[in-house]
T-cell receptor, first 116, second 108 residues
Framework: ETGVTQTPRHLVMGMTNKKSLKCEQH?????MYWYKQSAKKPLELMFV???????ENNSVPSRFSPECPNSSHLFLHLHTLQPEDSALYLC???????????????FGPGTRLTVL | GQNIDQPTEMTATEGAIVQINCTYQ??????LFWYQQHAGEAPTFLSY????GLEEKGRFSSFLSRSKGYSYLLLKELQMKDSASYLC?????????FGTGTRLKVLA
């Protein structure tokens, strides 16, 4: 596997379910990100991890819980979601979390989440 | 506040040239990225500007004016496969601020 991978690619869940999204990067990067992409809205940054430490939490509801066990893996635990949480959830990684220099983000293919 | 504006949709003809504009107001600036995103796929990197001026890469060029908070992506010799969304993003300290994306339709 190369680049950034995400599983599952599609997920349908009820409002009372608990599920987890998984992201893995094979690029040797130190920073990982979760984004939410809804139709006709900008990509919304949710969380930033640098060397397994959360450095940014962009006012995300507590029903979304991130976990970064090591610099290659990132999870997003979901519970008691709402229908408006239906969106594409993208994971990304970059060499550093903070940089005054070029710091390209590499994105995974995303998980299409539908909350019924 | 922080804001990035770009047109929602554009249409162009195969073989033509199209310019996608992006204006931004952000509290920090460490560079501006353009990404291409095909429907149902991950965004992929197209270009990066941190200094004023034009960066050319094959059929794609990107321009930046930091004093005006303005960038554009220029696509030449359009091909059908260029039909996609184009995302403008500003790199801050920890954050990347994205625009809504411009959906480009290339017609035969």
């Amino acid at each position: 596997e190369t680049g950034v991978t995400q599983t599952p690619r599609h997920l349908v869940m009820g409002m009372t379910n608990k599920k987890s999204l998984k992201c893995e990067q094979h690029l040797g990067h130190n920073a990982m990100y979760w984004y939410k992409q809804s139709a006709k809205k900008p990509l919304e940054l949710m969380f930033v991890y640098s060397l397994e430490e959360r450095v940014e939490n962009n006012s995300v509801p507590s029903r979304f819980s991130p976990e970064c066990p090591n610099s290659s893996h990132l999870f997003l635990h979901l519970h008691t979601l709402q229908p408006e949480d239906s969106a594409l959830y993208l994971c990304a990684s970059s060499l550093h979390a903070t940089s005054g220099n070029y710091n390209e983000q590499f994105f995974g293919p995303g998980t299409r989440l539908t909350v019924l | 506040g922080q804001n990035i504006d770009q047109p929602t949709e554009m249409t162009a003809t195969e073989g033509a040239i199209v310019q996608i504009n992006c204006t931004y107001q952000t509290s920090g600036f460490n560079g501006l990225f353009w990404y291409q995103q095909h429907a149902g796929e991950a965004p992929t990197f197209l270009s990066y500007n941190v200094l004023d001026g034009l960066e050319e890469k094959g059929r794609f060029s990107s321009f930046l004016s930091r004093s005006k908070g303005y960038s554009y992506l220029l696509l030449k010799e359009l091909q059908m496969k260029d039909s996609a969304s184009y995302l403008c993003a500003v790199q801050g300290t920890y954050k990347y601020i994205f625009g809504t994306g411009t959906r480009l339709k290339v017609l035969a």
